[in-house]
């Protein structure tokens, strides 16, 4: 297992479009979370999934955010009707939770630009 | 919301010199770890610090956990070019079930 992976590494799109971002975690990992970063900041928690149901999500997360991962393995991340205020990095991890591993293994990220 | 807040924003250092930087917290904690993150590898996972643990080593790292002060450093002995980047705490406070908030962040940068 090469690691997590995401795609598009980057997406420039213009304002009011949808994007998608999938994310494919390590294959025996049933947590998986998504994260957004600006520039200068942390990484600000979005949301998490063990297997396909999806735990929490947080505040930060408006109506137009939707995340789903359907067979407990990939994830995808839907923004609808971007934002400027959403141009970021989107972080996807995972982990395997019950094993008693707490480390997360973070993708390369998503650049998200919205002109 | 970031839960942690490191000081220094940023710390600037000689090869071979040790680096430290703080990060502080403010509410109960189930573990505490840090992060490193660069543009060559991402966010990588570095060590992390159990509530009812004081201190911890791992090769150049060494972190020590004050819960009394809500409060852990993480120090980086002999430091290298390489060890450039930002670095992030980040706090378990669900009790365990690994969802975690990130700090602020350090950045550091190790000139040869």
Not at chain 1, 14 to 27: A, L, M
Not at chain 2, 14 to 39: D, F, H, P, V
Request: one cysteine or more; aromatic letters at 10%.
């Amino acid at each position: 297992d090469t690691g997590v992976s995401q795609d598009p590494r980057h997406k420039i799109t213009k304002r009011g479009q949808n994007v998608t971002f999938r994310c494919d975690p390590i294959s025996e990992h049933n947590r998986l979370y998504w994260y957004r970063q600006t520039l200068g900041q942390g990484p600000e928690f979005l949301t998490y999934f063990q297997n396909e149901a999806q735990l929490e999500k947080s505040r930060l997360l408006s109506d137009r955010f939707s995340a789903e991962r359907p067979k407990g393995s990939f994830s995808t991340l839907e923004i609808q009707r971007t934002e400027q205020g959403d141009s970021a990095m989107y972080l996807c991890a995972s982990s395997s939770f019950g094993t008693g591993e707490y480390e997360q293994y973070f993708g390369p990220g998503t650049r998200l630009t919205v002109t | 919301s970031q839960q942690g807040e490191e000081d220094p924003q940023a710390l600037s250092i000689q090869e071979g010199e040790n680096a430290t930087m703080n990060c502080s917290y403010k509410t109960s904690i189930n573990n505490l770890q840090w992060y490193r993150q660069n543009s060559g590898r991402g966010l990588v996972h570095l060590i992390l610090i159990r509530s009812n643990e004081r201190e911890k080593h791992s090769g150049r790292l060494r972190v020590t956990l004050d819960t009394s002060k809500k409060s852990s450093s993480l120090l980086i002995t002999a430091s290298r070019a390489a060890d450039t980047a930002s670095y992030f705490c980040a706090t378990d406070l669900s009790g365990g079930y690994q969802k975690v908030t990130f700090g602020t962040g350090t950045k550091l940068q190790v000139i040869p």
